[in-house]
Every structure is written in C-alpha cells, then in structure tokens.
C-alpha cells in the first residue's frame, strides 16, 4: 500500500471519528439540556406554582386500567423498569443511527422529555418535589389536564420528528438512514451496562418499598390518598 493511499485511510478514518463525535455529543447534549431545563422547573413549581400537584399515575393516552399499574407501587415500579429499557434502546438508536440535525435534535428533544419525568419515578422527586408521593411534577394547566415543561418537550419533539421524518421520506434520502461507524463493545462496556442495569433495580426496588407522601405542597401526609 503506498503513502499516499495509507494517508488517506488515516484521514478518512479521523474524519469518521469525529463525525461519531459530533453526532454523539449533539444527542446527549440536548438530552442533558431538556433533562436540567425540565427538573429546575419542576423544582421551582413545587414551592411556588400555585396549581402544582404529582402525577403519579398515568395519563389520558393509556387508559384508567394502565394508569392504576403506574400508581400502584408494586407494578409502578416494574413498568419504570420497562420504561427505562425502551428509553435506553431509543438513546442507542438515536446515538447509532446518522440522521440529519433536522431529525436528530426533535428526536433527543422528544426522548429527553420522557426521560425526565421517568427519573421523577425513579427518586428525582425526592429532590425537586420533597416529601411528595413517587411521580412527576405537573404544574402547567390546560383545561382538566396539568402539564409539566417535560410534556411540552415530548409534544413539540415528537411533532417535527415526524415532520422530519416525512420529509426525509419524500426526499427518498437513504444516506442520511445509514448506521454510523463504530468500533467492536469491549469487556469494560459489558461491564458498565451490567452496573447501570443493578443499580436500576436497586432504585426500583427502593421506590416500590418506600412508596409515600403528599401529591400537592403543603398537603398532610396522611391525607394523601393513592388509587
């Protein structure tokens, strides 16, 4: 192989690094940023909005039947644990899949704004809600319905998502669907993904356990009710 031909190489391989690179920081960067925006929020609403309360069920798109599973604090926690697997699979894919910024941002918009009101579930409450029942801090209200900043990154995300995604489809850009380049899991990888997953069950199992508290401030804790 002659220098010229092995410069290239190294130089194409450099380039597709840091196009991995770019790719990457860009879907973790906007998920951080609608995770941070969203809990400072939530933590500002539970002292000071004046119409704050815990959703700790579910919601009008999945039904009475399913929103009891979430309240209930045994089959709550387990659906959190199932929550969580389908949010990390959609990180994986977003961080694996080349798309175009147009597709790329909604999309961790969207998939950040889930993974926030799940870490509410997970013990985030805790902090931004203290005292009150395991759920997310809905404080925005829009008729029968309260809302939280997360809800509106999910509505916006997903909306140009799918806008992006028509046009993609229209625009019949297959490049822009091809898989990133990437480099074989090592040990160390296993590893990590093994000691998120325990940890995981531990805060599960933690909030099935001690599941408690008030859905609105300033509300007795024995006058907190739960389906």
Known sequence: MSRGVTTTTVSSARVARRQVLVHRSTVFAVLAAAVV??????????RHAPEVRINYGGN????????????DPVTGALLDFVDFGVLGAAVFVLARLHLPAMALVPGALMTGGWISNLLDRLGMHHWTAPGSVRGAVDFIPLGRIHYNVADVFIAVGTLLFLIALGVLAMNRSTRSWTQLPHHRLRSRAWLSTVAVAVCLLGLVGFGAVNYGGVTAPNEPTDAASHP
């Not at 400072?40 to 539970?46: D, E, I, N, P």
């Not at 009008?60 to 309240?71: I, K, L, P, Q």
């Open 60 to 71: 009008a798109f999945v039904g009475d039947t399913v929103s009891r599973w979430y309240a």
């Open 37 to 46: 925006v969203d809990q400072v929020t939530k933590g500002w609403a539970w």
